[in-house]
């Protein structure tokens, strides 16, 4: 079974940087291609980005291309969200899920992190 453990979340004030961090244990880290979803109170779980279980292919939402990066470091079994200029409005919890496609669609990932809560202050 695959455990997904969220860290790097706090509280930042607006303009500031987060990189959160999400390891990964179970079957073969490369196995799975991973997201980084996010959920404010009262709205639904938002997709932010992707990468490929190789690494080589990444896609973002709208709200994130140009200020969020997603990663992965493979020998870690991790995968990495930069947040650069933050902002109120990126409040939220942020949960990290792994998936057998290359996704943004909540539905198809089957493994989630308990998830960690960022807050950016104005």
């Known amino acids: 079974q695959v455990q997904l453990v969220e860290t790097g979340g706090g509280l930042v004030q607006a303009g500031g940087s987060l990189r959160l961090s999400c390891d990964v244990s179970g079957p073969p880290f490369t196995s799975y291609n991973l997201g980084w979803f996010r959920q404010a109170p009262e709205k639904e779980r938002e997709f932010i980005a992707t990468i490929s279980w190789s690494g080589s292919s990444t896609y973002y939402a709208d709200s994130a291309k140009g200020r969020f990066t997603i990663s992965r470091d493979n020998a870690k079994e991790t995968v990495y969200l930069q947040m650069n200029s933050l902002k109120p409005e990126d409040t939220a919890v942020y949960f990290c899920?792994?998936?057998?496609?290359?996704?943004?669609?909540?539905?198809?990932?089957?493994?989630w992190g308990q998830g960690t809560q960022v807050t950016v202050s104005s």
């Open positions: 899920a792994a998936s057998g496609s290359f996704t943004a669609v909540p539905a198809n990932y089957h493994y």
